[in-house]
């Protein structure tokens, strides 16, 4: 039986079938000593090469593994950065098979919940827009914020790339000074993800955010008391809440020990010592870099 080649290369935990569609159309793939096309299918028997190098296809499909990252502020989401930025992927965990995913994208300057998974397959179905996976964000916006405001935001707004509405906005408890009286807080959920559509939604009513934070994807919501920084593996019961919110069947196994799961005060301790000598790491390349860049 054949598949379409994007579909086995995700499968074999290289990317989403997004970013495999992209690989094809760029040449970078070959069946059979042939370049590939976007349509092509393949079978077991098919030579894959990709970049040249030739696929090993796993005969069984490696265990779905999904992390949970809480991304601060000034990582990108690209797996390397030409001028040296840090990114999400340096921190994560060594991978024997495949690699790591990111299930969709925060910019720079946003922070908060972001997951990777290394099946490609429940990573394209989390990011389709026809899945309609739910997104909630934190928001900090200055500026006059009325009823009308939130309405429009609700029923919707034109964006040079579509419509886009929140499906839900819940002011957060105020608190602060009065100089902070134009500084509020929301809790803001939407059912797809555009590039920095929260941002534009609040500035298409000349409301500026000026703090970010995704704090839930689907069924799955930040831990308070995971640092910036650090990373911890879903246990299986909140894989298969994912799988199944996409239509997948349930995941059998998992390399998460239960017992060891839990966010005690040794493990925080263990990560917040890990993510500082890690930062400290990269704040002494960035200075090396520097240094022989001015040489």
Known sequence: MSEKLQKVLANQGLGSRREMERWI?????????????????????????????????????????????????????????????????????????????????????????????????????LMHPKCEIEREYAVRVFGEVSGKTINTLKKGVKLEDGDARFLEITPRSKGGSDDESMNRWYNVTLAEGKNREVRRLWESQDVQVSRLMRVRYGRVELEKRLPQGAWVELPLEQVNGLRDLVQLPKETESLVDVRQSKLDHARLTRMRRSVKKHRARQNHQRSRNHSAGSD
């Open 25 to 125: 159309q760029a040449g970078r793939v070959s069946v059979d000593g042939q370049v590939a096309t976007l349509g092509d299918r393949v079978d077991t028997t098919a030579q894959i090469r990709v970049d040249g190098h030739l696929l090993s296809r796993q005969v069984e499909k490696p265990v779905c593994r999904v992390l949970m990252y809480n991304k601060p502020e000034g990582e990108l989401c690209s797996r390397q950065d030409p001028e040296g930025r840090p990114t999400v992927f340096t921190r994560l965990p060594a991978i024997r098979v495949g690699r790591w995913i990111a299930v969709g994208r925060l910019d720079i300057n946003t922070s908060g919940l972001l997951l990777f998974t290394n099946d490609g397959e429940l990573a394209n179905r």
